[in-house]
């Protein structure tokens, strides 16, 4: 009969470990007997002058000696003690731990005492089987040995092993086939450690990975990446190995795909896939993901729960105006328990701009909801980014968990190719012509290769791509078509300790070379700016705290050439009439921008971020002359600020005041620092001021505005 002690779970990941414990109790024709004796003395009790024997198993032999001396015997586990005035029980009980204390023995037999027709012996019994431990005395005029049981062997079957048969389910289809079968040794338990991970894996990929329909979006089962098993497990033994009974297992399910061995103690399967009672999808993407407007997106989901008798995916889009409308799509019926099914997601494969044309989509949110719309699973969010990428590329790749997702590159890449080529010398008839030469090259053909940069993305994105990078099925997107890749880089660098943008870079190869050549002239894709100026993003819901920083965008965007001038023209115009000190600030500004104006180079310190500039000429110096309040009270409260500075707005600011001695301002000498304000409203501040020297009815105070860090 076999035992199953140890198995997989209902579902297992066919790329972690699948192991099945089996043991049989029929790996022995004959069980063997343990060795039993009992060991008296009867004459030695009475022998006063001390005596020896020696008792022996195997090849262990063991001599005991009798102590001369009264009342006393070496703790040494060979010398038993004399009688004395000891009874014959009590001396035998003594003589017990002698034996007991001996190393050999103690190791190989149980040893106690029993009684038989009213006589104390001392009983040795093996702890294993084997005739290897009967125990042998030499001398029997002291002492006598009976063995009450023989030791004996086991006899094992000949030629004993497990045969097992792997047994998995055809797609779309309730027949089983028959996947691999092999022959497995036991150990001396009848135990055998089967590991079925290989095989399954082997199997599901069979008929292929489920790759997704790129031109027909639709909700599709994948039946051939989940599919259910069973095994069949027999006995064989014999001269002429015989099958015995057969046990077969309960029907399990393997889907494709596993964990990292780094996280495989720290993760519990199918348990990390439930988000509470919700499901969630089968990759590892941020529930805020950033996508574009061309971008594949696909969602793949494993029903673990009970079986679902429809569901469908709900989309609730949002537009540039924040106004919002849902749609239902791909309902889908009779999803028995593990079913596997991936949902089209992006915004070209759901039409989103066919929604209402007048508008701009913003965002869309992804829940796949039963018939009654009660959520099945998490919700994924994705934000539209419609920034003119001119060097983009669209990667699709199968994930470790077995699902397909897409990622987008940015980054300027650079193309090359290896030639290969077979060359033959030729003997021209007729001797050496110039125009056939003497060698002849024939079978060419050119390997391309595609260096790909991802250009800047979040720390999160950046790991992400190891997911691509150990892909078994990954894909480059050219003009809809799904282009198979290999990524070829033997070394790719990650990040550094304090690096705060990340990017990557690596090579990847196509898997096939050309023989001839087809042009094919380059597609372009249209760029059309968004209007969001309305649109407020959501917050992101991701605990990861890299996964996604708008401010990042922010910092790293600068001004061009032309707009730096208009703004410097604007200003110079509105200040004019401002005196020389201020006129020499803005040429100081202006040339400072000289050397940061190089629109080619990286994002560092010759450049000043649009934060910069904006906070430069909101800090230029400006003149406040306000009525001086009847009976001239003080302090005074200065009235709205705020509509000398309009662009201010409600932003947090520092504000410095200084009081002049008169509105003629030919210079600074007499200007006194007087206070400081932090903070967003800048109406009704006190201050205590002088009335202007030159017309006793109006105050002048010197302001410095700048927005705050």
Known sequence: MITINQQPNAIAFSRN??????????????????????????????????????????????????????????????????????????????????FQSNFFLNRDFIIDLTFIGGIKYIRFTAKQVGDQYSITLDDTTVASLTQLTAGAGKQPQPNFKLMIEVFMQKPDSAEFELLSQAFTEVDDAGKSIYDLSATLTDGLAAYGFDRP????????????????????????????????????TTTKAALYGGFSKRMREELVFPGYFADGALLKFLDQEPNLKITHLKQPEFLTLCNFGAAIATLKQKVVVTFNDNTAQTV?????????????????????????????????????????????????????????????????????????????????????????????????????????????????????????????????????????????????????????????????????KEFK????????????????????????????????????????????????????????????????????????????????????????????????LATKMDVTANFDSRYYTKDQIDTYFLGIVGVIVIDKPAGSPNPIVIPTIQTTYPNLGSKPSIICLQKMSSTVYKDRTDLQPVRTFIGANLDNISIDVEADIADPTKIAIDTTIYLKA
């Open 328 to 492: 239902y799509n791909f309902p889908y019926t009779d999803v028995v328990q593990y079913a596997k099914l991936y949902f089209p997601s992006g915004y070209s494969q759901l039409n989103l701009g066919l929604i209402d044309d007048t508008k701009t989509v913003a965002q869309w949110d992804i829940t796949i909801v039963n018939n009654a719309g009660t959520a099945l699973s998490e919700t994924r969010t994705y934000l539209i980014d419609y920034s003119y990428r001119p060097y983009g590329n669209y990667l699709l790749y199968q994930n470790s968990f077995g699902a397909y997702v897409s990622s987008f590159t940015y980054g300027k890449a650079s193309r090359e190719y290896d030639l290969v080529f077979q060359s033959a010398e030729i003997t021209p008839a007729g001797g050496f012509r110039l125009i056939e030469g003497e060698r002849l090259d024939y079978d060419q053909q050119i390997s391309s290769k595609l260096t790909l940069a991802t250009g800047f993305i979040t720390r999160r994105a950046l790991l992400l791509y190891k997911d691509l990078i150990l892909s078994t099925d990954k894909f480059l997107i050219d003009k809809g078509k799904a282009v198979p890749i290999s990524i070829i880089s033997k070394t790719i």
């Open 17 to 98: 470990p699948m192991v099945y414990e089996l043991q049989s109790n029929r790996l022995y024709q004959s069980a063997g007997a343990a060795y039993v004796g009992i060991l008296t003395f009867g004459a030695g009790y009475l022998v006063s002058t001390g005596f020896n024997f020696t008792l022996t198993y195997g090849s262990t032999p063991l001599k005991f000696f009798t102590s001369p001396f009264a009342g006393g015997y070496q703790d040494d586990g060979y010398t038993l003690p004399k009688a004395d005035t000891l009874s014959f029980d009590d001396w035998m009980t003594a003589n017990l731990a002698v």
């Open 213 to 248: 329909a790129l031109n027909m979006p639709s909700a599709e089962y994948c039946p051939n990446t989940c599919r259910n098993y069973y095994l069949k497990i027999a006995e064989v033994w014999g001269v002429t190995q015989q099958i015995r009974a057969v046990t077969q």
């Open 497 to 592: 300790d304090g690096d705060n943008i990340y990017a990557l870079t690596f090579d990847i190869g196509f898997q096939w070379n050309e023989e001839l050549y087809t042009y094919d002239p380059e597609e372009t894709d249209p760029y059309t700016p968004a209007d969001l100026s309305n649109y407020v993003p959501p917050t992101p819901t991701d605990t990861m705290p890299d996964n996604f920083d708008d401010r990042y965008y922010l910092k790293t965007l600068t001004y061009n050439r032309v707009e730096i001038d208009g703004k410097i023209t604007t200003e110079a115009s509105a200040r004019n009439t401002e005196d020389v000190n201020l006129q020499a600030q803005i040429n100081a500004f202006v040339a400072s």
